[in-house]
């Protein structure tokens, strides 16, 4: 478990985003969610292992986040007719451990968000990269 206060996510050198929103404030997932497929063969089955390791980071941020306006900027630039933006994204605790790093990522979707009586919603933003690693209670996948 995870406290939201105490997570900050790196995008590129220059990008610290902080302020989740409480809950789930993040999300992973690959491309390619089986690593090993099944291939019937004329006498065995065979298995295939799966190379793709491209993979998506969702994060939910506080609508009060101070990173929001910073990180819609990057957006915009990165979106801008010609530019060919990537970077490393690394979600980590603020002991150091990392949980997510996404290579190669790039703005997937654009945010969204809600209205109600309440104020605001959260704000979600999706990245997509080429090397999605997840480190699982402390070690990396293996």
């Known amino acids: 478990m995870h406290d939201p206060a105490s997570v900050q996510c790196q995008i590129g050198p220059a990008l610290t985003v902080t302020g989740f929103a409480d ?3 993040l999300s992973y997932g690959f491309d390619v969610a089986n690593e090993v497929e099944a291939v019937p063969g004329i006498n065995i089955t065979g298995h295939v292992k799966s190379a793709n390791r491209a993979g998506f980071i969702q994060i939910v ?3 009060k986040s101070q990173s929001l306006a910073k990180l819609q900027a990057m957006r915009a630039a990165s ?3 010609g530019a060919n933006v990537k970077f490393k994204i690394v979600v980590a605790d603020l ?3 990392s949980i997510v790093t996404l290579k190669d990522a790039r703005f997937q979707s654009r945010p969204g968000g809600s209205y109600s009586t309440t104020g605001p919603s959260s704000r979600t933003f999706r990245f997509h ?4 690693t997840p480190v ?3 070690y990396p996948e293996v």
């Open 129 to 132: 990269g080429t090397e999605l």
């Open 136 to 138: 699982e209670l402390g």
């Open 61 to 63: 941020l506080h609508w």
């Open 23 to 25: 809950g789930e404030f």
């Open 79 to 81: 979106n801008a007719a």
């Open 95 to 97: 002991s150091g451990l």
